[in-house]
């Protein structure tokens, strides 16, 4: 396609651009349904079984418990799910639920991509959704990660749109640490972000940011100790996390199959909350102990952040076919990190691409802490979903825009 035709389909598209967003979404629910049909009733794996089960135990019982377990898994998921059951729904809804998180994503992706680039931009970004068969696989699964990126991405909406209060993103983003608590860490990026960006005036947004993100939080720690009489902020799994990813047997890609036997024997007798504690003490024991096979593995893991080769706990999932699906996926993604990087230089970085790009590097480093999967990056892989949308804003770009000198504000976007 000759320059001059992309630039007249460019400007048809965002002359129609709702009623291509909305043609969008409409094609991923179709998706959504025929593909959560073919699954038909049955959980393939643990954790679906799990999450649905501590649903039951909220509808059923009133109760939030797994086992002797009060607090093992983040809350907010098991939570939704237990509403929809309530309201009838079976797995073939829930599934459906997730596409519905799905389809508010492609919304929100608009929405951000637009502010970085053009309209084009937002459609390119939402569109892609349909492009990247792991999110549809995800989004298929009763898995807490298509929730955590719709959280995620509405989250960063409402952060730079620069809105008089940041309360209701406050709120958002405690939502999605309820969701997936690894998240957490990334309040401080964002507040050192908007410390860069807002430069005067930026106390009262962060004040308001750090209400909206405590409240919730509270709640659910002081249910925890009511219920535990212990003060734990979100769930007592950490402790399992870190040790899986930081023992003799881990590696780049054990995840959770890495052999903790030994440890998971010690423990049997303990509480939850002693138990939780004791897998953090053990692992950060093994670290301290192999302080140099400790930073190789980081490594090794940091750079399995980047893959999408896992190994599954759930064998009957493991194929080549799956692996190939996975990897043409996320090349483009890769491809993206790595080509806005080098062009910012050149053109330099708006501030909701900064952020973007922030969030997204500042969560490996996080995940590498405890281990890298594909599946538990998923959320993140949003963002990227929302670079690319930015990058392609500036290959077509107008005559104007051409001449102009890049600007770097993102009210001036």
């Known amino acids: 396609m000759a320059a001059g035709d992309l630039e007249l389909f460019v400007a048809w598209a965002e002359r129609h651009h709702r009623r291509i967003l909305v043609l969008l979404i409409v094609i991923e629910l179709a998706v959504g349904i025929g593909y959560s049909a073919s699954l038909g009733p049955e959980l393939r794996y643990w954790d ?10 909220l509808l059923t019982q009133h109760e939030y418990r797994f086992g002797n377990d009060l607090a093992f898994r983040p809350p907010l998921y098991p939570i939704v799910l237990a509403v929809a059951r309530g309201m009838g729904a079976q797995v073939f809804s829930l599934r459906i639920l997730n596409f519905g998180f799905l389809a508010g994503a492609m919304v929100l992706l608009d929405r ?75 309040l401080g990026v964002s507040v050192l972000w908007l410390w860069q960006t807002r430069k005067r005036g ?18 659910w720690t002081l249910r925890n100790h009511a219920v535990l009489g212990s003060w734990v902020l979100v769930s007592t799994n950490s402790g399992l996390n870190l040790l899986y990813g930081n023992s003799e047997h881990a590696t780049a890609n054990s995840g959770v199959n890495a052999d903790i036997g030994t440890y998971v024997s010690a423990a049997a007798g303990l509480g939850e ?19 140099d096979v400790a930073a190789k593995l ?36 890769q491809l993206t990190l790595l080509a806005r990087s080098v062009l910012a230089k050149r053109f330099p970085l708006k501030p ?13 480093l996080l995940a590498a802490v405890f281990f890298t999967r594909t ?16 990058l392609a804003g500036l290959a077509v770009r107008s005559p104007a825009e051409k001449d102009a000198r890049p600007v770097a504000r993102f009210s001036e976007s």
Not at 48 to 57: F, G, V
Not at 142 to 147: A, D, E, H
């Open 48 to 57: 679906e079984r799990e999450y649905m089960q501590l649903a039951t135990s």
């Open 112 to 186: 951000i991509a637009t502010a970085a680039a053009r309209a084009a931009a937002g459609l390119l970004a939402a569109a892609w959704v349909l492009l990247n068969p792991v999110m549809i696989y995800t989004a298929g699964t009763l898995y807490p990660q298509t929730l955590a990126g719709f959280l995620l991405l509405g989250f960063v909406a409402l952060i730079v749109r620069e809105a008089t209060s940041l309360f209701g993103a406050g709120v958002v983003f405690a939502l999605l640490v309820l969701t997936v608590p690894s998240f957490a860490p990334l």
């Open 202 to 219: 930026v106390l009262r947004p962060v004040l308001e940011l750090a209400a909206g993100t405590a409240l919730p939080l509270a709640a």
């Open 273 to 291: 909350v002693e138990r939780d504690h004791y897998y953090r003490d053990m692992a950060v024991h093994w670290i301290a102990a192999n302080a």
């Open 298 to 333: 980081y490594v090794a893991k940091l750079v399995h952040y980047f893959s999408s080769n896992d190994r599954l706990a759930t064998a009957t999932e493991t194929s080549a076919l799956r692996t190939v699906i996975a990897t043409a996926a996320f090349v483009p993604l």
């Open 352 to 364: 909701v691409e900064l952020l973007l790009l922030s969030l997204y590097l500042a969560n490996a």
């Open 375 to 390: 599946r538990l990056r998923v959320p993140a892989d949003f963002l990227l979903l929302a670079l690319l949308g930015g």
